[in-house]
């Protein structure tokens, strides 16, 4: 029962992973040939910010139970994609299309740290349940 287990928060992380990630390319290849970021009273929005509230808004409806579990990694792996594929572009206050390019790698080592602390959290958390 305890591999099953496993198996089943391995396949979770997995399906987080890839949703975060195809994110990532998603968001790159619109903002290649798009800036999708609107203009409010003077402010631009980027993704992150959609990504921010998008990710509240799951973790309110996971703690209320209101959407399932599948949903609910669907919509957090969505978020963070955005929130991670934005975040070296907002701190670097970078102002272009090539700029914004130039920041992939710094993105892909952002998301593999963040892959690293989800598999630590899940590992120490299955470590713990088989006490």
Not at 32 to 42: E, K, L, S, T
Not at 49 to 58: E, F, Q
Not at 112 to 131: D, Q
């Amino acid at each position: 029962m305890k591999n099953i287990s496993r198996f089943e928060d391995k396949h979770k992380i997995i399906s987080l992973v890839i949703i975060l990630l195809t994110t990532i390319i998603i968001s790159r290849i619109i903002v290649f040939f798009y800036d999708p970021n609107p203009m409010i009273r003077g402010i631009e929005i980027h993704h992150f910010y959609y990504g921010l509230v998008l990710l509240l808004i799951t973790n309110l409806l996971l703690l209320y139970k209101r959407i399932n579990f599948k949903t609910g990694v669907v919509l957090s792996g969505i978020s963070i994609g955005l929130i991670i594929d934005e975040l070296l572009f907002i701190s670097k206050t970078v102002r272009n299309n090539f700029e914004y390019n130039t920041t992939l790698g710094p993105t892909i080592i952002t998301t593999i740290v963040a892959i690293l602390v989800i598999e630590f959290i899940f590992y120490f958390r299955n470590k713990n349940k088989s006490k």
